[in-house]
């Protein structure tokens, strides 16, 4: 039961001087999924396939996925009931990367909200996860499901995905590391598409090693997508370095204003002072088009996904509505397959892309994007990097915001602009509200620097205890 | 520009979904509010702005025309509701 509760890098540490098998990790993990995941729902239970799926070399970790990340003979759902029992027929890039590397994935899939529409989690046909820190909040999304079953032990590490926040905040909401690599850095071949533009997979983790270590194992080119890029991948180890003297970091004015939680704010600052102790020297910069970022983001974003989406049409796999003719299928079993949020954003998606609108809003969305990566490029221009919070709040309850999604929008506001630039940012847990809720420091970089992220998070990590809490479950 | 319960009922055939009355109503008025925030957009002067759709400078990336192994039909057709032979079969399209 022990070895749940510690991190990759530990275990494999232990492996390797003969005191634990790689069996006894999964046997641990698959006890404390029972004894504590009927409280916080971080994996989907309805799929019948085996908890781990045989890897004959499996000498090492098993993976948590989430549930958009495809995995051969092993449901991948997207959590959706029109993709309910679609069994793949071939594995992500990615999980053939973990299964190359020696690791193993978990067979049953974490929960997330459908198609990865959402900030937390409540849009997944299966029902919500709960947070571990406290179980009437959500555990933020949509990576909501990996991020959880990370805080609550119920995984040594995770794989989720963002295309405007979907790792990074339900890290920062659950008390976890949670990396978005830059645009390319990661395979998208197999992760079922949300925003193809937008999306990238990226690990979430106890520490930032870990997130180092499932870096080294996920990234590089891929001849399967054609937007990885071939660049070599470094040893992201090598950056695990204890100082911060000298990095030059960015506070943007834009993200401490109205609407950012005076609580979240005070550990953000203490967060900043702890990193001034450690050499880090901060200057306030400018990041002047902020405002119009979850605008831009919800136009591109559902658009792309609007077009991502027409595949779900009931002839080649998932639900299939029973009609006369074949129009009214589509339409049928689009009707019953998809959530209100899919309907949503399928529909806005269409509406920004069709004739007589597309200047208005899908065009000029794309050329304010062009405003909001020069905005970034210009800061990067003097600094190493850019400190913001993950999310303007910590974890809120479930149900709080489910009748307005447009409020439930503005919880990625600090997240949106990074996908949108293509750059790379990491949340890391720095500190806990009166309510015992953990907040996330967001650091950003510039293209293909994950390794400054990697640096500075490990410097605080390494001067901080906040990686080390666990919530009581 | 906003958008009324009859542009929503257009769209969402466009995109091939069915809508009840009920789903129409709740879903048109969420819509006026999203575009209204949406429309904060139209106060920048975008005039000369280059469009960005892809982040970094990719090029068209080719493969060699060569034959391959593609998966194998079982394998794709696994998954299909309904399926003769080596066929997807749908609802009667052609009288």
Not at chain 1, 275 to 299: D, M, N
Request: neutral net charge; glycine residues 8%.
């Amino acid at each position: 039961m022990e070895s749940c509760k510690l991190t990759a890098h530990e275990l494999l540490e232990k492996i390797k001087n003969g005191e634990i098998a790689s069996e006894q990790i999964f046997s641990d993990l698959s006890k404390r999924i029972e004894g504590v995941d009927s409280k916080v729902k971080a994996y989907v239970r309805t799929s019948d396939s085996q908890p781990l799926v045989h890897n004959s070399n499996f000498r090492g970790i098993p993976v948590s996925i989430k549930d958009n990340i495809c995995t051969e003979g092993c449901n991948t759902e997207c959590c959706s009931k029109i993709l309910v029992g679609f069994n793949p027929p071939y594995s992500a890039t990615v999980i053939n990367k973990i299964i190359e590397s020696g690791n193993s994935f978990m067979g049953l899939k974490c929960n997330m909200d459908e198609f990865a529409f959402g900030s937390s989690t409540e849009n997944s046909c299966f029902g919500p996860t709960h947070n571990p820190w406290n179980l009437e909040c959500v555990p933020g999304g949509s990576s909501g499901g990996s991020a959880a079953a990370v805080a609550a032990d119920e995984a040594i590490w995770a794989l989720g995905s963002d295309t405007g926040g979907s790792i990074r905040q339900p890290a920062s909401f659950c008390g976890v590391v949670g990396l978005k690599p830059t645009y390319g850095r990661v395979s998208r071949f197999g992760l079922i598409a949300f925003a193809s533009s937008l999306d990238q997979i990226g690990p979430l983790t106890k520490d930032v090693r870990d997130s180092a270590l499932l870096m080294n194992i996920i990234s590089g080119y891929d001849p399967n997508d054609s937007t990885s890029i071939n660049t070599p991948v470094p040893d992201y180890t090598k950056d695990l370095i204890n100082d911060a003297k000298g990095i030059k970091v960015g506070i943007p004015r834009e993200y401490f204003v109205e609407g950012l939680d005076p609580e979240v704010k005070l550990i953000i600052e203490e967060a900043v002072n702890k990193l001034k102790t450690l050499g880090a020297q901060f200057k306030e910069v400018s990041l002047p088009h902020t405002e119009y970022a979850v605008p831009v983001y919800y136009i591109l974003a559902t658009a792309e996904a609007s077009s991502n989406l027409a595949r779900f049409d009931g002839v080649q796999y998932g639900l299939r509505a029973k009609t006369q003719n074949l129009i009214d299928m589509y339409k049928k079993t689009r009707q019953l397959g998809f959530g209100d949020e899919a309907k949503r954003r399928i529909i806005l998606g269409t509406f920004a892309l069709s004739h007589g609108y597309y200047d208005a809003y899908y065009l000029r969305a794309l050329k304010v994007r062009t405003l909001i990566k020069q905005d970034f490029d210009n800061v990067f221009k003097d600094f190493d990097c850019i400190i913001t919070p993950t999310s303007p709040t910590s974890a809120f309850k479930i149900g709080e915001k489910v009748d307005d999604p447009l409020k439930m929008y503005l919880s990625d506001i600090y997240t949106i602009s990074v996908n949108l630039a293509g750059i790379p940012a990491i949340s890391i847990p720095c500190g806990f509200t009166k309510k015992g809720l953990p907040v996330g420091l967001q650091i950003l970089s510039k293209h293909f620097n994950e390794g400054m992220l990697f640096r500075l998070a490990y410097a605080y990590e390494q001067n901080t205890e906040w990686h080390k809490m666990k919530p009581k479950l | 520009m906003g958008i009324d319960k009859k542009t929503v009922e257009d769209v969402a055939h466009l995109a091939r979904i069915e809508l009840n009355a009920e789903e129409l109503e709740k879903l048109s008025s969420q819509l006026e509010h999203i575009l209204a925030f949406i429309d904060k957009l139209s106060l920048l002067n975008t005039e000369n702005i280059v469009p960005t759709s892809h982040v970094l400078a990719i090029n068209n990336i080719l493969r060699k025309d060569e034959p391959k192994a593609s998966l194998p039909i079982d394998k794709i057709l696994k998954n299909a509701p309904e399926k003769q032979g080596s066929f997807f079969v749908v609802p009667k399209v052609i009288e």
